[in-house]
């Protein structure tokens, strides 16, 4: 990524999770990944077509923005899309539930992905860059907390590595089993 790379940040609409990243080394790419929404629906992600899964998310996402508002960002960078964030009130994440260190607090708006798929954009600032923006809609629309689950010491999670949600003021607030529950009070 140079330094005149033309980065922008969006707000996740039914129209442009399209655009959400795609990568060949696993099936469920975020545009097609039903995990947090339809947990019991989502035991083999090849038993559906793209398509459908594609489409079943974008009602999802139409449904969560009427009734809570804007639930996610992409963001470009030279015009490429390379990174994906969910978030949402728990009740719209019903996988939530299963995680030990939950549920998500009544008053939070769980951040249940944020990923940046390929390896090359990885550590360049690009998450932190969507945390940010995450944060700063959190507090322009008067959201009382952020939570996330995160693996201590490894980023193969949805949304990363506990330290990683530390370094932006996020603090354990359940700590049971391999995936942490972290909250920051906007």
Known sequence: MGRDAVIEIVNLTE??????????????????CLYWEF???????????????LERKRLWVRWVRREFGDCGKLIYVDYKCLGFAEFAPARFLPNAVRYQ???????AVLISCLFIP??????????????????????????KALETFARKGRADSPSGPVEFWQKHGFAILR???????????V
């Open 15 to 32: 129209k442009n999770l399209i655009d959400a990243p795609e990568w060949q080394s696993h099936p469920y790419s975020c545009k097609f």
């Open 39 to 53: 947990p019991e629906e989502c035991t083999d992600p090849l038993s559906e077509v793209k398509e459908e899964r």
């Open 101 to 107: 260190s939950g549920p998500p607090s009544d008053d």
């Open 118 to 143: 390929e390896k090359i954009y990885q550590h360049q600032g690009l998450g932190s860059l969507m945390v940010k923006s995450i944060i700063s809609e959190a507090r322009a629309r008067n959201i």
């Open 175 to 185: 700590d049971i089993d391999e995936f942490s529950l972290l909250r920051l009070q």
